[in-house]
C-alpha cells in the first residue's frame, strides 16, 4: 500500500503546509487550510512531456516543428465556435464554469448531441434517466452520444480506451476521484490529481476534454487556482437567472481571443444561440419615455446596442442612493461628478439609479456617453429622441473622448434603423458623409446636453 501522510492544503493556490495554519503562507488568503491525506510519492512530470523510449525530450527549432495536422472541430452552435476562436482544438482541455442552474449540462449535452461524432458524457452528478430527460427536452437524437455515470477518474479512462470518442465531457470535474489519494472528491489534491490526468488523456489521444466546473460563493471557479492554469481554455457562463439570456465568456483561451462572447436564450428546449443580440437589448416601445437611452457598445469583436436606464429622483435621505445594475458602480459616480463640477447640475441631492437591460454586464467606457444621457433625461423630465444612439467616453474634464472601432459600432446602429449617433470628434472617421446615418461629432459633455435640450 502507499505511503500516506497528512497535509494542509490551501484550497486557493494549493500551498501545503505541515501544520495548520490561519493565513496562507503563499497567497495570503485567511482560513483556506484544509486537512488533506496524500499519497507520498510526488507528482509525476506530464506525460507529453516524457518520450516513449523513456529519454528526455530534445530541444528542436521551432521552424522544424510540424503545425498541428488536426483541423479544429467545428460544432453547429456558432456561439461556442465563436467563443472558442473558431471551433474546439482537438486535444484541448476546456474548462467551463457557472453558477448552479445557470445551463452548463444543457449547455455541453446540446454540444454532445449536436455533435456529428462520437461523444462520451461522463456524468457525476445526473442519472442515466435524468439525463435522458434533458435530451428529451433539448429534442435532438444522437446514435452518437454516450453517457457515462462514473466518477472514478481511472475507471473513466478504462472506459475512454474502448470508446474512443471524439469528444468527452465531464459533469463535474469536483465530483470525480482518484483512488491514490484518500481525500475527499472536490477537495483541492483530488481536482488536480483528476483534471491532471485527463489532461494527460486529451494530449496523449488528441481528443478534447470539456470539464465543468463549480464557482463558490464569490463566483470564483471552486478548486485551486492550478485548474484555472492547467487547462488551455477557461469559458464562463454567466447571466441572471430571473432572465431567459446567457452569457459565455473566455476568461483564458491558448487558442483564440479572450474578448469574445456568445449568447444565448434560454427556452423550453435548451439554449438557443442569439445572433442578433442587439435587437433583444433594446426593448419595443411606442411612446418616448424619460431616462432611456441607446448606446453602441463593443463586446470582443462584435458590435451592441444597449439599452440604459436611468432614474434621477430627489433624495429622501440625507445620503443619496446610487445603484447600479450591469454597468460600474464607481464609473458612475465619477459620471456624476464630472456632471456636477463640469457642467453645473445638481445632482448631489438626487438618488440615481442606472440599469443595463438584458441583464447584461458592460464595461465598455463608450457606454459612458449613453448612460450620461440618460441621466440628464430623467434629470430633465424630459424624453430623447428615438432615433440617436450614443457612443463615446466621458473624461474628467467633461470632454467626450475617442473610442475603439468606432466604423463598426457605427455600421451596427445604421443596421438597426438608427437616424443619428453622437460620436466624439477625436474620433476619425472614413467618409461618414457617405453613410445614410447621420453622424453628430461632440467634444465636450454639455455640447451634447445643447444639442438634445436645445
Ligand atoms: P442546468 O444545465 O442543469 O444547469 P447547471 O448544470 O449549470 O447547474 O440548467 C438547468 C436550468 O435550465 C433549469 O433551471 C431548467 C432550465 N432549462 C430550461 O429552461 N429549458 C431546457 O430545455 C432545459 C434543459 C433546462
Ligand atoms: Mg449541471
New binding site residues.
Partial sequence: MAKTRNVFVCQECGHQAPKWVGRCASCGGWNTLVEEVLEKAGTKAPAWGRREDGLRPQAVRISDIEPLASPRLVCEDPELNRVLGGGIVPGSLILCG?????????????LALQLGSKVLYVSG??SEEQLKM?AE??GIVNEQCFILTETQVEAVLQRLEEHQPALVIV??IQTLYTDSIESAPGSISQIRDCASALMRYAKTADVPVFL?GHINKDGQLAGPKILEHMVDTVLQ?EGD?HH?YRILRTLKNRFGNTSELGIYE??????RPVDNPSEILISQRDEALSGISIAAAMEGLRPLLIETQALVSSAVYGTPQRTCTGYDLRRLNMLLAVLEKRCGFRLGAQDVFVNIAGGLRVEDPGMDLGIVAAILSSYQNLSLPGDIVYCAEVGLAGEVRAVNRIEQRIAEAEKLGFNQIIVSKYNRLQEPEKRRIKVIQTGRVDEVFSLLFG
Wanted: glycine content about 16%.
Fill in positions: 457557472g453558477e448552479p442552474g445557470i445551463g452548463k449540462s444543457t449547455l455541453l449535452l446540446q452528478e445526473e434533458r427536452r433539448i459533469d463535474s465543468i457562463f437567472r431567459t434560454m427556452t423550453g428546449s435548451g439554449l
